[in-house]
T-cell receptor, first 111, second 115 residues
């Protein structure tokens, strides 16, 4: 069962912030975040393990709320290069052999 | 290192034809998976493997077969192609221990059109 991502699409002006959410109905062990440019393969951003830790990658950070089985990706002071589709990938507790992705969030950053 | 290599990059098939999408990695990764990507559907898991000789079905396995005779290779077979299998296919791999702690390394994808 795929995790649920929201929103489906976001349009920003350069310098604005955005939050992308990912939620699961099953208990999670970890959450991955990837960005995909049109016509390319997904590129790894970060992975968060259960424990509620928050990680950062340049001006992109993420959190993992284990109790709510939710993760959020935070993009601050967005740049044109942030445009693309963002996917969360989830690994369920007791099921580390599978990585299941959400449907994606399309982010467009305009000048 | 070449990483994860998928061949071919593009393919057009006629309905009913069979073919094999190749995926090879040179990183000695135990975990490998096949995904298909369709507009608005994200990446859906077709089949996965946790090591040579071990495979299992994902979310959308119908119409596809896999085998894993070596650690390096994980081919995906379309038995009798249908237009509904028109998609972009990605292969991904990860270190031993599962996807829980390590990132997925993706191939560049195979764009398949079934007419």
């Amino acid at each position: 069962q795929q995790p649920v991502q929201s929103p489906q699409a976001v349009i920003l002006r350069e310098g604005e912030d955005a939050v992308i959410n990912c939620s699961s109905s099953k208990a999670l062990y970890s959450v991955h975040w990837y960005r995909q440019k049109h016509g390319e393969a997904p590129v790894f951003l970060m992975i968060l393990l259960k424990g509620g830790e928050q990680k950062g990658h340049d001006k992109i950070s993420a959190s993992f709320n284990e109790k709510k089985q939710q993760s959020s990706l935070y993009l601050t002071a967005s740049q044109l290069s942030y445009s693309g589709t963002y996917f969360c990938g989830t690994v369920y507790q007791g099921g580390s052999e599978k990585l299941v992705f959400g449907k994606g969030t399309k982010l467009t950053v305009n000048p | 290192n070449a990483g994860v290599t998928q061949t071919p990059k593009f393919q057009v098939l006629k309905t009913g034809q069979s073919m094999t999408l190749q995926c090879a990695q040179d990183m000695n990764h135990e975990y490998m998976s096949w995904y298909r990507q369709d507009p608005g559907m994200g990446l859906r898991l077709i089949h996965y493997s946790v090591g040579a000789g071990i495979t299992d079905q994902g979310e959308v396995p119908n119409g596809y077969n896999v085998s894993r005779s070596t650690t390096e290779d994980f081919p995906l077979r379309l038995l009798s192609a249908a237009p509904s299998q028109t998609s972009v296919y990605f292969c991904a791999s990860s270190f031993a221990g599962g996807w829980g702690n390590t990132e997925a390394f993706f191939g560049q994808g195979t764009r398949l059109t079934v007419v």
